[in-house]
């Protein structure tokens, strides 16, 4: 079962939720499966949701278990929460119609929205389940009548392309008894579907829910945020890099994982005339050729653009000011057109830069920018 299922931690918490379910004496199933979603959240997203008096702490014991919470029982709500749920709200009622009553009853109104759906449940669940949100599902046989309600937690796919949505019954035993799976095409359909969905304005609060007694009678806390991303993580966890030629690794030292990424180089150390440094996370530096271009417009030339500037900059931040690049593409009598690379071009007489040449034993004078002999002769010298 735990291959065809996606890998993420709301799989990993529901399929390893054993015994630590509030117990079910009086068919209160809504109460019990959204207290087995809250139970979640105060897992995985903020550890302030329910109280350290009704959470049932869960020792990891197996090797590398921090990586994977595999195998071992996730974190629950002790027997009593479903009550502090149900406060004065009535035990028949389904999932959908008291879910807001739930929240209010332990003081969780402002931290969820709730989104219930009565049509589309399926996509919904799938789309619910892709964003890691548990769903709590009421599932009838025929749509109606006497029903169960349960937390959809996973999903795949059967030959024929159904979907097939994993579900957890909200009763205490081994994997088989309290996990079955929703076919479309059952005799059961989906009565209704709902999600509570954290506000996200209210922070992560790492857990302290997991632990190890290590050898020495010392206790190490871990929170799920070690498995996977989390906004939470990188900040509790900085990750180290060790630069290996064309790449680096990656280590996590909350669960141990190695990965092998291309560099990155997105900060800039240094830069000069011809080039910047760009640096890696891991340490690693790269020399690059600035990729200059011109800030200005035409109308900045100035009367002599000969004798004007303009700027170049990289977006590394060099930038320098620099002569323009004057050639002249054309000449007509008394006039020639001069252009730049930087913004464009114009046309000025020739006159500032005019010198005397001796050409076939005759003096005339030439435009020394773009080559033009003023026919008249001057007198020889």
Not at 47 to 66: F, G
Not at 251 to 258: D, R
Not at 344 to 350: F, L, V
Request: aromatic share 12%.
């Amino acid at each position: 079962m735990n291959e065809i299922m996606t890998e993420n931690f709301l799989s990993y918490y529901f399929i390893n939720l054993n015994y630590n379910i509030p117990d079910n004496p009086d068919n209160l199933c809504s109460y019990v499966a959204t207290g087995m979603a809250l139970a979640f959240y105060d897992s995985w997203w903020n550890d302030d949701l329910i109280s350290d008096n009704d959470v049932i702490k869960t020792e990891l014991i197996e090797e590398n278990a921090i990586s994977f919470f595999i195998n071992v029982e996730s974190l629950g709500a002790r027997y009593d929460y479903v009550y502090k749920l149900k406060g004065n709200l009535p035990g028949n009622e389904e999932a959908f119609y008291v879910v807001e009553g739930i929240l209010e009853n332990v003081g969780l109104s402002g931290w969820f929205q709730i989104d219930t759906i009565a049509e589309g449940e399926v996509q919904f669940t799938i789309d619910m389940i892709d964003a890691g949100h548990p769903v709590i599902l009421d599932v009838k046989p025929g749509g109606t009548g006497q029903g169960h309600v349960t937390i959809a937690f996973a999903y795949d796919y059967d030959e024929e392309g159904n979907a097939l949505i994993y579900l957890h019954d909200g009763y205490p035993g081994t994997p088989n008894a309290r996990i079955t799976v929703f076919e479309e095409d059952d005799e059961y359909m989906i009565h209704s579907a709902s999600a509570i969905i954290p506000n996200e304005n209210n922070p992560h609060i790492c857990s302290d829910n997991y632990y190890y007694t290590n050898a020495d009678g010392s206790v190490t806390y871990h929170c799920p945020c070690e498995l996977e991303e989390h906004p939470a993580h990188a900040q509790k966890y900085p990750h180290t890099y060790t630069a290996q030629g064309a790449a680096h690794a990656v280590v996590c030292p909350a669960n141990g994982t190695v990965a092998t990424e291309a560099h990155d180089f997105a900060t800039v150390l240094s830069f000069d005339g011809a080039a910047h440094t760009k640096a890696c996370a891991c340490g690693s530096t790269v020399i690059e050729e600035h990729t200059l271009s011109y800030a200005g417009s035409f109308s900045d030339w100035q009367a002599d653009p000969l004798h004007s500037t303009h700027t170049v900059s990289c977006p590394c931040g060099f930038s320098e000011e620099r002569p323009h690049e004057i050639q002249a593409n054309s000449w007509n009598g008394g006039w020639h057109c001069v252009c730049c690379p930087c913004f464009g071009e114009e046309n000025e007489p020739h006159y500032p830069y005019y010198e005397e040449v001796y050409i076939g034993g005759r003096w005339y004078t030439q435009c020394m920018i773009c080559g033009y002999i003023d026919e008249t002769v001057l007198p020889d010298l």
